[in-house]
């Protein structure tokens, strides 16, 4: 059974619709952030702040590799995991890629005050330029589900009913 990825941008509900989608199929859920965390140890936030984004995406690299060759699983990927191509073939090639989206003005308002992301700590201009510019890359998916106006069962069950 090939597993089942998620992609988009940060807030789009990946770990949130994940662990739900999995809980229907019955299979396990893994997040590959706190993947990152339980090897090193560290959040996420902490390995940007004491290592840097490169040994984020080293780490995130390894665990993609590891957890892409494992069967029924969903895998919840951090907004910048397929922005790397190794990574995206790896789990392009286990698995079916499904793309989660919503609006940035949505996705702010999700996050809220609430935000321990390294990369939403900028401008609203520079964020606003992230987003755009991962489109593309989020576009690739198998299919791409609005999430916008959506609550998470619709969500789940849009995917299920693509699958
Ligand atoms: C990142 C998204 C984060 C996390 C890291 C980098 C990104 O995951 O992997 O902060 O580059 O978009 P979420 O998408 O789960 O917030």
Same mark, same amino acid.
């Given at each position: 059974?090939?597993?089942?990825?998620?992609?988009?941008?940060?807030?789009?509900?990946?770990?949130?619709?994940? *662990? !739900?989608?999995?809980?229907?199929?019955?299979?396990?859920?893994?997040?590959?952030?706190? $993947?990152?965390? =339980?090897?090193?140890?560290?959040?996420? +936030?902490?390995?940007? !702040?004491?290592?840097? $984004?490169? *040994?984020? !995406?080293?780490?995130?690299?390894?665990?993609?590799?590891?957890?892409?060759? =494992? $069967?029924?699983?969903?895998?919840?990927? &951090?907004? &910048?995991?397929?922005?790397?191509? +190794?990574?995206? &073939?790896? /789990?392009? =090639?286990?698995?079916?890629?499904?793309?989660?989206?919503?609006?940035?003005?949505?996705?702010?308002?999700?996050?809220?005050?609430?935000?321990? *992301?390294?990369?939403?700590?900028? +401008?609203?201009?520079?964020?606003? !330029?992230?987003? /755009?510019?991962?489109?593309?890359?989020?576009?690739?998916?198998?299919?791409?589900?609005?999430?916008?106006?959506?609550?998470?069962?619709?969500?789940? &069950? =849009?995917? /299920?009913?693509?699958?």
């Amino acid at each position: 059974m090939r597993n089942i990825v998620l992609i988009g941008f940060m807030g789009t509900g990946k770990s949130t619709v994940g *662990r !739900r989608l999995a809980q229907a199929l019955a299979w396990n859920f893994v997040d590959t952030d706190a $993947e990152i965390g =339980e090897v090193t140890d560290l959040s996420v +936030s902490e390995i940007f !702040r004491r290592y840097g $984004e490169t *040994r984020f !995406r080293s780490e995130e690299k390894i665990v993609v590799a590891r957890l892409a060759q =494992e $069967e029924a699983l969903v895998i919840a990927t &951090g907004g &910048g995991t397929v922005l790397n191509s +190794s990574n995206w &073939g790896i /789990l392009a =090639e286990h698995g079916v890629i499904v793309s989660l989206h919503a609006s940035l003005d949505v996705i702010l308002n999700r996050i809220g005050h609430k935000n321990d *992301r390294p990369l939403l700590r900028s +401008s609203h201009e520079e964020i606003e !330029r992230l987003f /755009l510019e991962r489109q593309p890359f989020y576009e690739k998916a198998d299919f791409t589900i609005d999430t916008t106006f959506r609550t998470i069962d619709e969500v789940v &069950g =849009e995917i /299920l009913a693509h699958l």
